[in-house]
Protein backbone atom coordinates (compact mmCIF):
# COMPACT_ATOMS: atom_id res chain seq x y z
CA UNK A 1 0.00 0.00 0.00
CA UNK A 2 1.29 3.20 -1.08
CA UNK A 3 2.08 5.68 1.64
CA UNK A 4 -0.25 9.15 2.17
CA UNK A 5 1.32 12.65 3.66
CA UNK A 6 -1.61 14.87 4.32
CA UNK A 7 -0.41 18.72 4.40
CA UNK A 8 -2.58 21.67 6.01
CA UNK A 9 -1.55 25.26 6.06
CA UNK A 10 -2.64 27.51 9.18
CA UNK A 11 -3.27 30.70 10.84
CA UNK A 12 -5.39 30.27 14.03
CA UNK A 13 -6.97 27.52 12.81
CA UNK A 14 -7.79 26.19 16.41
CA UNK A 15 -11.67 26.35 15.73
CA UNK A 16 -11.83 23.94 12.87
CA UNK A 17 -8.59 21.52 13.08
CA UNK A 18 -10.41 19.16 15.40
CA UNK A 19 -12.94 18.33 12.74
CA UNK A 20 -10.13 18.40 9.95
CA UNK A 21 -8.06 15.69 11.97
CA UNK A 22 -10.85 13.82 12.76
CA UNK A 23 -11.49 13.26 9.50
CA UNK A 24 -8.15 11.72 8.32
CA UNK A 25 -7.81 9.06 11.19
CA UNK A 26 -6.65 5.76 9.04
CA UNK A 27 -6.68 7.60 5.65
CA UNK A 28 -3.24 9.94 6.58
CA UNK A 29 0.41 8.15 7.45
CA UNK A 30 1.49 11.80 8.31
CA UNK A 31 0.32 14.92 8.63
CA UNK A 32 2.15 17.70 8.28
CA UNK A 33 0.75 21.15 9.39
CA UNK A 34 2.66 24.31 7.84
CA UNK A 35 1.89 27.07 10.43
CA UNK A 36 2.62 30.98 9.97
CA UNK A 37 3.31 31.42 13.89
CA UNK A 38 -0.39 31.15 15.37
CA UNK A 39 -1.41 33.08 18.57
CA UNK A 40 -4.66 30.48 19.51
CA UNK A 41 -3.96 26.82 20.34
CA UNK A 42 -3.87 25.49 16.81
CA UNK A 43 -0.07 23.90 17.97
CA UNK A 44 -1.87 22.24 21.07
CA UNK A 45 -4.63 20.51 18.80
CA UNK A 46 -1.64 19.86 16.79
CA UNK A 47 0.34 17.84 19.41
CA UNK A 48 -2.82 16.30 20.75
CA UNK A 49 -3.40 14.46 16.73
CA UNK A 50 0.01 13.29 16.78
CA UNK A 51 0.89 16.22 13.99
CA UNK A 52 4.27 17.25 12.70
CA UNK A 53 4.33 20.78 12.64
CA UNK A 54 6.41 23.27 10.47
CA UNK A 55 6.21 27.09 11.05
CA UNK A 56 7.04 29.23 8.59
CA UNK A 57 6.47 32.51 7.64
CA UNK A 58 3.90 33.01 5.10
CA UNK A 59 4.41 35.21 2.31
CA UNK A 60 1.66 33.84 -0.54
CA UNK A 61 -0.82 30.93 -0.76
CA UNK A 62 1.29 29.12 -3.81
CA UNK A 63 4.80 29.75 -2.41
CA UNK A 64 3.42 28.55 1.39
CA UNK A 65 1.91 25.37 -0.85
CA UNK A 66 5.46 24.85 -2.20
CA UNK A 67 7.29 24.69 0.40
CA UNK A 68 4.74 22.90 2.83
CA UNK A 69 5.06 19.80 -0.43
CA UNK A 70 8.86 19.86 0.57
CA UNK A 71 7.78 19.15 4.08
CA UNK A 72 5.86 15.83 3.35
CA UNK A 73 8.14 12.13 3.79
CA UNK A 74 6.01 10.76 0.87
CA UNK A 75 5.17 11.98 -2.41
CA UNK A 76 1.55 10.99 -2.52
CA UNK A 77 0.09 13.96 -0.66
CA UNK A 78 -3.82 15.15 0.17
CA UNK A 79 -3.76 18.98 0.23
CA UNK A 80 -6.57 19.67 2.36
CA UNK A 81 -7.59 22.98 4.31
CA UNK A 82 -8.22 23.24 7.98
CA UNK A 83 -12.08 24.17 7.55
CA UNK A 84 -12.54 21.18 5.42
CA UNK A 85 -13.01 17.71 6.56
CA UNK A 86 -12.98 14.04 4.31
CA UNK A 87 -16.56 12.60 4.02
CA UNK A 88 -16.81 8.70 4.72
CA UNK A 89 -17.24 8.39 1.14
CA UNK A 90 -14.33 10.26 0.03
CA UNK A 91 -11.98 8.79 2.46
CA UNK A 92 -12.65 5.33 1.25
CA UNK A 93 -11.42 6.70 -2.21
CA UNK A 94 -8.69 7.46 -1.03
CA UNK A 95 -7.33 4.53 0.82
CA UNK A 96 -8.20 2.60 -2.25
CA UNK A 97 -5.84 4.64 -4.13
CA UNK A 98 -3.13 4.14 -1.90
CA UNK A 99 -4.14 0.32 -2.50
CA UNK A 100 -3.68 0.85 -6.42
CA UNK A 101 -3.05 3.97 -7.68
CA UNK A 102 -3.64 4.57 -11.46
CA UNK A 103 -3.35 8.36 -11.92
CA UNK A 104 -0.96 11.27 -10.84
CA UNK A 105 -3.53 13.61 -9.83
CA UNK A 106 -6.92 13.10 -8.47
CA UNK A 107 -10.17 15.84 -8.88
CA UNK A 108 -12.76 15.39 -6.24
CA UNK A 109 -16.49 17.48 -5.60
CA UNK A 110 -15.73 20.41 -2.55
CA UNK A 111 -19.45 20.76 -1.07
CA UNK A 112 -19.60 23.69 1.40
CA UNK A 113 -21.48 24.63 3.95
CA UNK A 114 -22.81 27.85 4.64
CA UNK A 115 -24.63 28.95 8.29
CA UNK A 116 -25.46 25.41 8.89
CA UNK A 117 -27.34 24.64 5.35
CA UNK A 118 -25.25 22.55 2.55
CA UNK A 119 -24.80 24.14 -0.73
CA UNK A 120 -25.73 22.08 -4.04
CA UNK A 121 -26.46 25.24 -6.50
CA UNK A 122 -25.46 29.13 -6.69
CA UNK A 123 -22.45 28.27 -8.55
CA UNK A 124 -20.78 26.82 -5.41
CA UNK A 125 -21.23 22.76 -6.29
CA UNK A 126 -19.54 20.81 -7.46
CA UNK A 127 -16.62 22.72 -6.70
CA UNK A 128 -13.98 20.48 -8.12
CA UNK A 129 -10.30 20.58 -6.46
CA UNK A 130 -7.72 18.56 -7.46
CA UNK A 131 -6.47 17.84 -4.36
CA UNK A 132 -4.95 14.16 -4.32
CA UNK A 133 -1.00 14.50 -6.43
CA UNK A 134 1.97 13.01 -6.63
CA UNK A 135 4.34 16.13 -6.13
CA UNK A 136 6.69 14.93 -8.77
CA UNK A 137 4.39 15.43 -11.14
CA UNK A 138 3.36 19.20 -11.24
CA UNK A 139 3.45 21.74 -8.86
CA UNK A 140 1.58 24.95 -7.07
CA UNK A 141 0.74 27.37 -9.56
CA UNK A 142 -2.07 30.44 -9.24
CA UNK A 143 -1.65 34.16 -7.76
CA UNK A 144 -2.17 35.80 -4.83
CA UNK A 145 -5.35 33.89 -3.37
CA UNK A 146 -6.21 31.59 -6.32
CA UNK A 147 -3.77 28.57 -5.79
CA UNK A 148 -4.36 25.10 -7.47
CA UNK A 149 -1.79 22.37 -8.04
CA UNK A 150 -1.01 21.97 -11.70
CA UNK A 151 -0.09 18.62 -13.18
CA UNK A 152 2.72 18.60 -15.59
CA UNK A 153 2.19 17.77 -19.31
CA UNK A 154 1.49 14.06 -20.08
CA UNK A 155 0.38 13.75 -16.48
CA UNK A 156 -2.89 11.92 -16.07
CA UNK A 157 -5.85 12.75 -13.75
CA UNK A 158 -8.48 10.65 -12.30
CA UNK A 159 -11.84 11.38 -10.13
CA UNK A 160 -13.01 10.44 -6.48
CA UNK A 161 -15.79 9.89 -5.64
CA UNK A 162 -17.57 11.23 -2.00
CA UNK A 163 -17.08 15.05 -1.53
CA UNK A 164 -14.45 17.14 0.25
CA UNK A 165 -16.38 19.10 2.88
CA UNK A 166 -15.98 22.90 3.23
CA UNK A 167 -17.38 24.72 6.15
CA UNK A 168 -16.85 27.72 4.95
CA UNK A 169 -18.84 30.60 6.93
CA UNK A 170 -20.73 30.33 10.01
CA UNK A 171 -22.40 33.94 9.62
CA UNK A 172 -23.40 36.21 6.94
CA UNK A 173 -21.06 38.98 8.56
CA UNK A 174 -18.39 36.55 8.64
CA UNK A 175 -18.55 36.34 4.43
CA UNK A 176 -18.51 40.17 4.43
CA UNK A 177 -15.59 40.51 6.19
CA UNK A 178 -13.69 37.94 4.19
CA UNK A 179 -15.38 39.75 1.19
CA UNK A 180 -13.40 42.72 2.00
CA UNK A 181 -9.96 40.93 2.52
CA UNK A 182 -10.56 39.01 -0.77
CA UNK A 183 -11.40 41.79 -3.05
CA UNK A 184 -8.09 43.73 -1.59
CA UNK A 185 -6.25 41.05 -2.72
CA UNK A 186 -7.61 40.35 -6.24
CA UNK A 187 -7.49 43.98 -6.63
CA UNK A 188 -3.90 43.91 -6.04
CA UNK A 189 -3.49 41.09 -8.21
CA UNK A 190 -5.63 42.30 -11.00
CA UNK A 191 -3.44 45.58 -10.74
CA UNK A 192 -0.30 43.70 -10.90
CA UNK A 193 -1.65 42.16 -14.27
CA UNK A 194 -2.83 44.87 -15.93
CA UNK A 195 -6.32 44.20 -15.99
CA UNK A 196 -8.12 46.98 -16.45
CA UNK A 197 -11.57 47.90 -14.96
CA UNK A 198 -13.81 49.91 -17.25
CA UNK A 199 -17.31 51.30 -15.80
CA UNK A 200 -18.87 49.53 -17.30
CA UNK A 201 -17.38 46.52 -15.77
CA UNK A 202 -17.95 48.08 -11.90
CA UNK A 203 -21.64 48.00 -13.08
CA UNK A 204 -22.74 45.07 -15.31
CA UNK A 205 -20.49 42.12 -13.79
CA UNK A 206 -21.93 42.79 -10.35
CA UNK A 207 -25.30 42.05 -12.22
CA UNK A 208 -24.28 38.98 -14.23
CA UNK A 209 -22.74 37.33 -11.15
CA UNK A 210 -26.20 37.72 -9.06
CA UNK A 211 -28.13 36.31 -12.76
CA UNK A 212 -25.47 33.60 -13.03
CA UNK A 213 -25.41 32.29 -9.64
CA UNK A 214 -29.07 33.27 -8.70
CA UNK A 215 -31.21 31.75 -11.96
CA UNK A 216 -28.76 30.55 -14.06
CA UNK A 217 -27.41 28.14 -11.43
CA UNK A 218 -30.32 27.91 -9.82
CA UNK A 219 -29.08 29.67 -6.27
CA UNK A 220 -33.06 30.00 -5.54
CA UNK A 221 -33.13 26.37 -4.92
CA UNK A 222 -30.86 27.12 -1.29
CA UNK A 223 -33.26 29.31 -0.21
CA UNK A 224 -32.65 32.13 1.88
CA UNK A 225 -28.80 30.75 1.89
CA UNK A 226 -28.80 30.86 -1.99
CA UNK A 227 -29.81 34.63 -1.77
CA UNK A 228 -27.29 35.50 0.52
CA UNK A 229 -24.45 34.01 -0.84
CA UNK A 230 -25.72 35.15 -4.69
CA UNK A 231 -26.26 38.99 -3.35
CA UNK A 232 -22.65 39.19 -1.27
CA UNK A 233 -21.14 37.60 -4.29
CA UNK A 234 -22.32 40.20 -6.79
CA UNK A 235 -21.42 43.25 -3.99
CA UNK A 236 -17.76 41.11 -3.80
CA UNK A 237 -17.64 41.79 -7.66
CA UNK A 238 -18.54 45.13 -7.37
CA UNK A 239 -15.60 46.14 -4.62
CA UNK A 240 -13.32 44.51 -6.77
CA UNK A 241 -13.15 46.56 -9.84
CA UNK A 242 -13.97 49.52 -7.74
CA UNK A 243 -10.78 48.92 -5.55
CA UNK A 244 -8.98 47.77 -8.83
CA UNK A 245 -9.92 51.34 -10.46
CA UNK A 246 -8.90 53.25 -6.98
CA UNK A 247 -5.38 51.42 -7.83
CA UNK A 248 -4.97 53.10 -10.53
CA UNK A 249 -6.47 56.51 -10.04
CA UNK A 250 -3.72 56.38 -7.31
CA UNK A 251 -1.41 55.71 -9.81
CA UNK A 252 -2.00 58.10 -12.01
CA UNK A 253 -2.47 61.00 -9.24
CA UNK A 254 0.87 63.46 -8.92
CA UNK A 255 1.75 62.70 -5.13
CA UNK A 256 1.67 66.20 -2.83
CA UNK A 257 4.39 66.55 -0.32
Known sequence: MEKL???????????????????????????????????????????????????????????????????????????????????????????KVKEHRDFDGYLMNRLANYCGKWIYHSGWYPDRKLRLYDRRKGRWEGVKIHESFVLKPGAET????????????????????????????????????????????????????????????MGFLDGRAGWQICTISAGATYKKYRKLRKFYQQQKTPQIS
Open 5 to 95: SVIIITLNEEENLVRCLSSLKGVADEVVVVDSFSTDGTLDVCRRYGARVVQHTFVDYVEQHRFADTQATYDLIFSIDADEALSDELALSIL
Open 158 to 217: GFLKGDLLHYSYFSTSQHRQKVENFTTLMAASYFEQKINAPVWKVWFSPALKFIMGYFVK
